[in-house]
């Protein structure tokens, strides 16, 4: 009889009511401020950082060691024979190298370790139907083989009012941050199959931004049954305007409306606009 048991980290954006109903296990990444370290989503809200963050940029950090390990010995405990973990993607964080390490620690448990190639909502749309399965009471090799397939099938686009924080936290070049913004460039940055960013389309000004990222919702929902998240980092008010514009499209299966965690605002800054597309494939 497998007992199985969902853990991911703090990037996936899931609200308390999916984390809580799906008995998910969250591992907070760390926001290192002047003044000491706050655990993501738990010590500090994502409205704190954007105030602090004007006059004290954090760095972000990986979750404690300790607490993973603390994790995993209270499931065993518990008497899980069977660990999942989909963490954000290897290509923007190191959490899913070292909950590998420490993984290979356990032998009296089976634990697997997946990388989502994605953040945010496209990770927790695969949390949430990874515990879907789970509760179904599907084969633990049968749901690693249905998260793995279907990671690569959801997509993240977002845009920003300012490259500056992207510059700050090294994932762009100074020239490229500075050019940007002298010609008022607003490029579409998607997560690319290696789970990295990359430019997927250049606009200028914001409301074309705005206006590529509602087409490019349409396109997808032209394809076929797709769930959407949009997702806000301090841009509520333009992130419900896009809601609104697409609520209504053909195939459109699910629409909700997420703030990105806090550990995700540093590197974005505010200002961020964003979609994360899961295609229902063959439904």
């Known amino acids: 009889m497998q007992k199985i048991a969902l853990i991911t980290d703090s990037a996936c954006d899931l609200d308390h009511v ?4 799906h008995y998910v296990r969250v591992l907070p990444l ?12 738990i010590d500090i809200t994502h409205e704190e950082v954007y105030l ?16 993973i ?3 995993f010995d209270a499931l065993v405990k518990d008497g899980f024979t069977h ?6 993607s290897s290509g923007l964080s190191g959490t899913f190298e070292l909950v590998c390490s420490i993984a290979n620690e356990y032998r009296n448990v089976r634990i697997e370790v997946i990388d989502s190639k994605i953040l945010s909502m496209g990770l927790g749309f695969i949390v949430r139907q990874a515990a879907r399965w789970i509760e179904s009471g599907l084969d633990f090799d049968a749901i690693v083989h249905r ?50 960013y990359v430019s997927y389309a250049k606009t200028r000004g914001r409301k074309q931004a705005l206006e590529k990222m ?7 929902l032209s394809r076929g049954k797709a769930s959407i998240a949009v997702l806000q980092g301090d841009a509520r008010e ?4 896009l809601m609104e514009r697409i609520r209504n499209a053909p195939n459109l299966m699910e629409l909700i409306l997420r703030p990105i965690s806090p550990a995700l605002v540093v590197h974005t800054g505010p200002g961020l606009v964003g979609l994360v597309i899961y295609p229902h494939i063959g439904e």
């Open 18 to 21: 999916d984390l809580d109903r």
């Open 30 to 41: 760390t926001l290192i401020f002047s003044d000491g370290e706050y655990r993501d989503g």
């Open 52 to 67: 602090r963050m004007v006059q004290d940029l954090p760095k972000t950090s990986l979750p404690a060691p300790g607490l």
């Open 69 to 71: 390990r603390d994790t």
């Open 83 to 88: 660990i999942l973990a989909i963490h954000l």
């Open 147 to 196: 998260v793995q397939a279907m990671s690569p099938t959801v997509k993240g686009f977002f845009t920003l009012k300012t490259l500056e924080y992207l510059r700050k936290g090294g994932r762009i070049g100074a020239v490229q941050a500075a050019i940007g913004e002298i010609l008022d460039l607003k490029p579409i940055i998607m997560v690319n199959e290696q789970g990295k």
């Open 214 to 220: 509602h087409d490019i919702a349409l396109d997808f």
């Open 238 to 241: 333009e992130a419900l305007v």
